[in-house]
């Protein structure tokens, strides 16, 4: 699987998911070095075993998307 951006092209594997979750009662619970898959299985987890709102934040990260070239502008008749 890749993503498209113009006619470019960036495998998937490439592409950093970080995900950090912090209870509202106890705080953060996640670890660091956890994976972003671990880090919302623990979250899970602790609102399945406390009833507490796990507050999640995150975002993917890909520094090669920097180096690709940018999509050109989008005609006027077809922007929102």
């Given amino acids: 699987m890749s993503l498209e951006k113009g006619s470019a092209h960036l495998p998937i594997s490439q592409i950093r998911i970080v ?13 660091p ?9 623990a979250a899970t987890v602790h609102t399945t075993s406390t009833g507490h709102l796990v507050i999640l934040n995150g975002t993917i990260d ?8 940018p999509l050109p502008p989008l005609p006027d008749a077809v922007r929102p």
């Fill in 19 to 31: 995900v950090e979750a912090e209870c509202s009662s106890f705080g953060p619970i996640f670890q």
């Fill in 33 to 41: 070095q956890n994976q972003a898959l671990q880090t919302l299985e």
């Fill in 62 to 69: 890909a520094p090669q998307l920097e180096e690709l070239e």
